[in-house]
């Protein structure tokens, strides 16, 4: 991938163009992750973007990154793998809010707890939308769709105060429609020393067109107009919890060893693609094969 010197972001378009229905948040999102990895300047050897499922992960064929397709609700656990085999990369997961906080919940949430450096941004539209708009785990308690005409009967989990309660150290939620604002964002987050999330406000105009940009606009409050303090725990998760307003931006960023690979034996001495196999010898573990 020589060619690709991350230096514009058209040079990351690939030869196809997106599929996604016009309208779509991801698009915005598409574009700001194109602009913040120009911004960042990385070597294109030094980016692993893992996708998971869905109208999101689609994603996979419209980047001209290094790239891996999971299953449905697991990217973290290879976007972990990835970064524990060769620390020296960033690693960018892109997955929606069914994948994420649906199927993969338990990645998420266990995850975070080890402060692996890895960056999570999460297309959350309160749908499984490739598979035409089921209720997801974000859905609001009440809200018809596909799998619920009469209305959602579970009340909707909030990915931002379980993440603040359960030691992800980089936390913001952002607009995808705001691309200057998730541009930057996607920066910081990249650049943090440990688990960030970002959960993406999307919206899908096809199975939630109640939350369209003009429901958002009406509906948003920006943390930098609340006097917020991001080294505030608790400010940041009564910003989390509001019932009025949806609150966007960095709610809260802490500084902590990256357990794994400060505390582990073997990756205390630098990235595993570095260790030599020299003194490794497999033989023993052959012979009842033999
Ligand atoms: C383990 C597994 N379960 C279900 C599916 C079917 N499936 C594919 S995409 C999808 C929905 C994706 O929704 P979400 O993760 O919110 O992403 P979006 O399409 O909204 O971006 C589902 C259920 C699958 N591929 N694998
Ligand atoms: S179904 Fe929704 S999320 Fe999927 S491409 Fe269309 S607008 Fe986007």
């Known amino acids: 991938m020589t060619d690709n010197l991350f230096n514009d972001p058209q040079s990351l378009n690939t030869l196809y163009r997106p ?24 070597p294109p050897e030094q980016l692993v973007i893992v996708y998971d499922v869905g109208c999101s992960g689609n994603m996979a064929d419209f980047l001209k990154v290094y790239g891996f397709h999971a299953l449905h609700g697991r990217a973290i656990p290879p976007a972990v793998g990835i970064k524990l085999a060769n620390s020296d990369l960033k690693v960018l997961v892109v997955i929606g809010d069914g994948g994420g906080y649906g199927e993969g919940l338990t990645h998420f949430l266990n995850e975070m707890r080890g402060n692996h450096d890895i960056t999570v941004l999460v297309h959350n539209n309160h749908r499984y939308s490739l598979t035409t708009g089921q209720m997801s785990p974000t859905t609001p308690k009440g809200t018809p769709t596909k799998s ?120 205390k001495n630098g990235p595993l693609v570095r260790h030599s196999l020299d003194h490794i010898d497999l033989t023993p573990l052959l012979v009842p094969f033999a």
């Not at 999102?29 to 960042?40: D, E, F, G, P, V």
Request: net charge negative; glycine share 4%.
């Open 148 to 267: 619920t005409p009469f209305g959602a009967i579970e009340q909707s989990l909030n990915p931002v105060a379980l993440a603040l309660v359960n030691h992800a150290t980089f936390i913001a939620r952002e607009f995808a429609v705001n691309a200057a604002a998730l541009t930057a964002r996607l920066v910081e987050a990249i650049n943090h020393p440990g688990f960030a999330v970002i959960d993406v406000l999307q919206p899908c105009l096809v199975f939630n067109p109640q939350m369209d940009t003009r429901w958002y606009l009406d509906h948003l409050v920006a943390l930098t107009d609340e006097a917020h303090d991001p080294h505030n725990r608790s400010l940041a998760l009564t910003q989390a919890l509001r019932p009025d307003k949806i609150a966007v931006g960095l709610f809260w960023q802490d500084s902590q060893p990256q357990a794994y690979h400060q505390e582990d034996i073997t990756l």
């Open 19 to 42: 599929t996604w229905c016009p309208g779509c948040g991801n698009f915005s999102i598409w574009s700001s992750i194109k602009s913040a990895l120009t911004q960042l300047g990385l």
